[in-house]
Every structure is written in structure tokens, then in C-alpha cells.
């Protein structure tokens, strides 16, 4: 499996902005795909998951209530609307797949779970 991370780009403090992450290979549909990011002389951190099946999602609360994440079946991709976007958004986002997710759990939080990354693209919020 292999995924490409797009969208990224330069935004205004309070603007938004989406980035997508595209899935190949044949396990989407077993595919819980997570968004984390990395700022610059920060530890990665998590963002948001959503569950293989669509019907769970997981966000860390520093992006609750701004950041959206869905996925679209037929393109196999993944997006995440950012809004309301902050200074302290700015980092490389990347995505990555855990292809162990059972049905009656929620996406987890720990990158370690998570076997398949992308390369980062990168989210600069100007203030």
C-alpha cells in the first residue's frame, strides 16, 4: 500500500485549508487512516482518525470542533478540513494506514499502530 499526502499550502490565521491523502493497493477497504504532524523541533503528535468502516472518527482535542476528517470510497482518499486554522497548526502533516483495526473499536491515537506512512505536506498558518 502506498500513500500520497496533498493540499498543504499557506493559509492566514482563521482561514482554511483541506489536505487529502490517497490510498493505493488493495486494503483500503480494511484501511483506518490517520492524520498526525510534526512541527519544527516538536515530537510528532496525532491529529485525527477515521475507522476503516466510516462510522468512527478520533481527534485530539487541541483540533476538536475545527478539523473534520472523512474519507471518499470510490477515490480511496482521506481528507481532513482544517478551519479556523491557528499559528500553532503550522507542521508537516502526515498520513498513515493501520491495517488492524477491528469494527468495535475506535481508531487509535498511538502512531505505533499504524504500519504505513505517506510523505508530509506542509501546513503553514501566517498570524
Known amino acids: 500500500v502506498q500513500l500520497q499526502a496533498s493540499g498543504g499550502g499557506l493559509v492566514q490565521a482563521g482561514g482554511s485549508l483541506r489536505v487529502s491523502c490517497t490510498v493505493s493497493g488493495r486494503t483500503w477497504s480494511r484501511a483506518t487512516v490517520g492524520w498526525f504532524r510534526q512541527a519544527p523541533g516538536k515530537e510528532r503528535e496525532f491529529v485525527a482518525a477515521i475507522h476503516w468502516s466510516g462510522s468512527k472518527t478520533t481527534y485530539a482535542d487541541s483540533v476538536k470542533g475545527r478539523f473534520t476528517i472523512s474519507r471518499d470510497n470510490a477515490k480511496k482518499t482521506v481528507y481532513l478540513q482544517m478551519n479556523s486554522l491557528k499559528s500553532e497548526d503550522t507542521a508537516d502533516y502526515y498520513c498513515?494506514?493501520?491495517?488492524?483495526?477491528?469494527?468495535?473499536?475506535?481508531?487509535?491515537?498511538?502512531?505505533?499502530?499504524?504500519?504505513?506512512w505517506g510523505q508530509g505536506t506542509q501546513v503553514t498558518v501566517s498570524s
Open positions: 498513515a494506514v493501520d491495517g488492524n483495526q477491528i469494527l468495535s473499536s475506535s481508531p487509535r491515537f498511538d502512531a505505533s499502530a499504524y504500519e504505513t
